[in-house]
Each structure stands twice: as structure tokens, then as C-alpha cells.
């Protein structure tokens, strides 16, 4: 049996978390920042959790 292979794009953007979640970063961040406000951009640094209805896939996604 051949080893599993991980979808490369999902390895790029979610990660598992030690409580067994998938964290994921947040849109929106990339460029024309200079017309976001500094608490708006700081809100999105921090790392969400996937949703509920997408846990399935992302898991398929990682072996």
C-alpha cells in the first residue's frame, strides 16, 4: 500500500492544533492596507478555527 499524500495546497493554509482543531489564518491581510484601520488588521492576525461544515473536508484534505 502506497503512503497517503496531503492535499499541498491545504497543507500550506491549515494546521492542527493540539486540542485536535484545524486552525486556519484570516482574508483580508494581503495588500491595500493603508485604508484598514490598526485594529482591524490586529483582529486579523490571530488564527481562527475551521468551521464546523468544512472540518470534514480539510480533514480529507490531511491524512
Not at 493554509?13 to 485594529?39: C, N, W
Request: aromatic share 4%; hydrophobic share 25%.
Amino acid at each position: 500500500m502506497p503512503k497517503m499524500k496531503s492535499n499541498s495546497g491545504a497543507a500550506k493554509r491549515f494546521s492542527k492544533s493540539s486540542s485536535g482543531e484545524y486552525k486556519r489564518a484570516q482574508s483580508h491581510r494581503r495588500h491595500i492596507l493603508t485604508k484598514k484601520s490598526t485594529k482591524r488588521k490586529r483582529h486579523l492576525r490571530d488564527y481562527m478555527t475551521v468551521s464546523k461544515a468544512d472540518k470534514s473536508l480539510v480533514k480529507r484534505m490531511l491524512p
